[in-house]
C-alpha cells in the first residue's frame, strides 16, 4: 500500500508561482514513477507531468511544458511540482498518483493522494 499525500496548493495570481509536494509513506517510494494530473470543475481529468521513478526522465502535458518542472527528492520520499507563470486556466484541483509504467494515462497508475485545490486568478 502506498499513501500519497499533496500539499502547497493555494490561491495566487495569474503570472505567479506555486510549489506542490507529493510525498509517499512507503519504502518503496523510488520504484514508483510519479505522475501529477487535475479536475477542474466540470471538466475530466487530465496529465500535467510524470517523474520516472529514477528521476531522470520526466514527460509534461503540451499546456504546462515550459512552465512546469517536476523535481524528486529521493531522502524525504517527496516529487515536488514547481509551477510558474500560472494561468486562470491552471486552476483545479491537483493529485499526484504513483505507477510503473511512466505514463500520462490516468488509468495506468495504482495509487492515489486526495488533491491539493489551486485558484489562479487574474
Known amino acids: 500500500q502506498v499513501l500519497l499525500e499533496e500539499s502547497g496548493g493555494g490561491s495566487v495570481l495569474a503570472g505567479g508561482s506555486l510549489r506542490l509536494s507529493c510525498v509517499a509513506t512507503?519504502?518503496?517510494?523510488?520504484?514508483?514513477?510519479i505522475g501529477w494530473f487535475r479536475q477542474a470543475p466540470g471538466k475530466e481529468r487530465e496529465f500535467v507531468a510524470v517523474s520516472s521513478w529514477s528521476g531522470v526522465s520526466a514527460h509534461y502535458a503540451d499546456s504546462v511544458k515550459d512552465r512546469f518542472r517536476v523535481s524528486r527528492d529521493f531522502v524525504e520520499n517527496r516529487v515536488d511540482l514547481q509551477m510558474d507563470s500560472l494561468k486562470t486556466e491552471d486552476t483545479a484541483a491537483y493529485y499526484c498518483?504513483?505507477?510503473?509504467?511512466?505514463?500520462?494515462?490516468?488509468?495506468?497508475?495504482?495509487?492515489w493522494g486526495h488533491g491539493t485545490q489551486v485558484t489562479v486568478s487574474s
Open positions: 512507503t519504502e518503496t517510494f523510488n520504484e514508483f514513477d
Open positions: 498518483a504513483a505507477g510503473r509504467h511512466f505514463s500520462g494515462l490516468d488509468a495506468r497508475y495504482d495509487y
